[in-house]
């Protein structure tokens, strides 16, 4: 199991950047697809980027262009960088994680089991 810690949200204007970090600990971090999903309120989950151990990476079509997902090994942590940030994106962001062998499609990030406690993104126009 891995535990994740996410950081580096907060409120902005639109058109704006974040950047989100999730800190991993209590396993190997390389072992794991990662990857960030969002969940606004009263809404459902969105996986909206994730990245594999081979370092493959998929986005949802919402926001790419905008949005990088990065992950450092060494350090053990996944980032979002996030630019361009528009109304929509207002939403808690949450990293997960899951040992897997490849990720094809971003949804599958809703469903991975190692998850933190979210970060609040908010986005005014």
């Known amino acids: 199991q891995v535990q994740l810690v996410e950081s580096g949200g907060g409120s902005v204007q639109s058109g704006g950047s974040l950047r989100l970090s999730c800190v991993a600990s209590g396993d190997n971090f390389g072992r794991y697809c990662v990857g960030w999903f969002r969940q606004p309120a009263g809404q459902e989950r969105e996986g909206i980027a994730g990245?594999?151990?081979?370092?493959?990476?998929v986005y949802a079509e919402s926001v790419k262009g905008r949005f990088s997902i990065s992950r450092d090994n060494a350090k053990n942590t996944l980032y979002l960088e996030m630019n361009n940030l528009k109304p929509e994106d207002t939403a808690m962001y949450y990293c997960?994680?899951?040992?897997?062998?490849?990720?094809?499609?971003?949804?599958?990030?809703?469903?991975?089991?190692?998850r933190g406690r979210g970060t609040q993104v908010t986005v005014s126009s």
């Open positions: 997960a994680a899951h040992q897997c062998e490849s990720l094809v499609v971003p949804s599958a990030v809703v469903w991975y089991t190692n």
């Open positions: 990245v594999d151990k081979d370092g493959d990476i």
